[in-house]
């Protein structure tokens, strides 16, 4: 079969399309034929690696690595203690080696694919709508009427961000450039801070939370446009490793003393949050916004663009010809 692989960290030069052996799902895992895949700041960050990851792999042979995390669907074989799918479902969720033409999955990161969703939107949805809903949902303990600021509203997380937080009943506001204003108004958001030409913490407003995907303001910055018991929830961040980890447990320590909550999370991929994203999706309550579709084999292509960080939603991966009917769902931006 095709798949990309890596032998070494580096840019997206590293990427390679070769032929290698199809993957044998273990007893709790899912093989399936791959119709679609999804790019996301994990797959680069971890094709990039760094000066800890160069140190540690020092003096040993490299190691084949298959990227590739949100993948859809059909299942071609499942291993001996799985029950909930059989071959034929068609399937979403999160697996390994998903940059491929066959890819395996355990079956608490999978959940069966709604008809009335693509394969592409399908695809989308599980590292960027389940951060989106957990750090909403977990972390930020949203309510209705709450008054939510969406750093980076126009990216993977933050167009799903704003649809799931006006979901929950809040008041959303994003920051984005001029340049995708009005698609992050398309998906709900009440007013859109263009961050060329205001500091959003320098605001006189208050926010009950903060969706934080960039980064780019101290937490201190941050906590003065928060409310009293306001929570920031840091999703995303600096594209070095270690200064996420420095901001990440910065927040931790100054939460302890003060009443406003700061934290990073990471999400849990579940078939529970799959299935409910799902359901928004087939509703109409949520749409994927898909920036750009490529090939399997040009996929080194595609982590170079979202490297950018002005990729608007979500960058796909069609590996086989689509057969959902869905398309009437699509958004293009």
């Keep these: 079969m095709q798949a990309i692989v890596y032998r070494g960290n580096g840019s997206p030069d590293v990427l390679r399309c070769e032929e290698i052996e199809k993957p044998t799902p273990a007893q709790d895992e899912v093989l399936m034929k791959v119709h679609a895949a999804s790019v996301n700041p994990l797959d680069w960050r971890m094709m990039r690696g760094g000066p800890l990851v160069s140190l540690l792999s020092l003096g040993r042979k490299p190691k084949l690595s298959h990227p590739g995390v949100d993948l859809a669907g059909v299942v071609e074989?499942?291993?001996?203690?799985?029950?909930?799918?059989?071959?034929?479902?068609?399937?979403?969720?999160?697996?390994?080696?998903?940059?491929?033409?066959?890819?395996?999955?355990?079956?608490?990161?999978?959940?069966?694919?709604?008809?009335?969703?693509?394969?592409?939107?399908?695809?989308?949805?599980?590292?960027?709508?389940?951060?989106?809903?957990?750090?909403?949902?977990?972390?930020?303990?949203?309510?209705?009427?709450?008054?939510?600021?969406?750093?980076?509203?126009?990216?993977?997380?933050?167009?799903?961000?704003?649809?799931?937080?006006?979901?929950?009943?809040?008041?959303?506001?994003?920051?984005?450039?001029?340049?995708?204003?009005?698609?992050?108004?398309?998906?709900?958001?009440?007013?859109?801070?263009?961050?060329?030409?205001?500091?959003?913490?320098?605001?006189?407003?208050?926010?009950?939370?903060?969706?934080?995907?960039?980064?780019?303001?101290?937490?201190?910055?941050?906590r003065r446009v928060l409310s009293p018991r306001g929570r920031c929830v840091i999703i995303g961040g600096p594209k070095q490793i270690s200064r996420i980890l420095v901001h990440a447990l910065g927040a931790m320590v100054m939460s302890w003393f003060v009443s406003q909550k700061l934290g990073m999370m990471v999400a849990k991929v579940t078939s529970e949050d799959l299935n409910l994203l799902a359901e928004l999706v087939q509703s109409g309550r949520v749409t994927p916004a898909i920036d750009r579709r490529y090939s399997l084999r040009d996929v080194p292509e595609a982590v170079r663009y979202l490297e950018t960080e002005h990729a608007r939603g979500k960058v796909v991966i069609t590996v086989a010809e689509q057969s959902s009917t869905a398309e009437n769902l699509r958004v293009s931006v």
């Design 77 to 222: 074989a499942v291993g001996g203690d799985v029950k909930r799918f059989k071959p034929g479902d068609e399937v979403f969720g999160a697996g390994r080696g998903a940059f491929a033409e066959y890819a395996y999955a355990p079956i608490r990161s999978l959940a069966i694919k709604p008809a009335a969703v693509s394969f592409e939107q399908a695809a989308s949805l599980p590292v960027a709508g389940i951060t989106a809903l957990q750090a909403l949902r977990d972390h930020g303990h949203i309510q209705r009427d709450d008054k939510v600021l969406i750093n980076g509203a126009s990216g993977g997380v933050g167009t799903f961000a704003v649809q799931i937080a006006r979901h929950f009943g809040a008041e959303v506001t994003g920051v984005c450039s001029a340049r995708n204003a009005e698609l992050v108004r398309s998906l709900g958001a009440d007013r859109v801070i263009d961050y060329a030409q205001e500091d959003f913490t320098r605001s006189n407003e208050r926010f009950d939370i903060i969706l934080d995907n960039m980064g780019n303001h101290s937490l201190a910055a941050c």
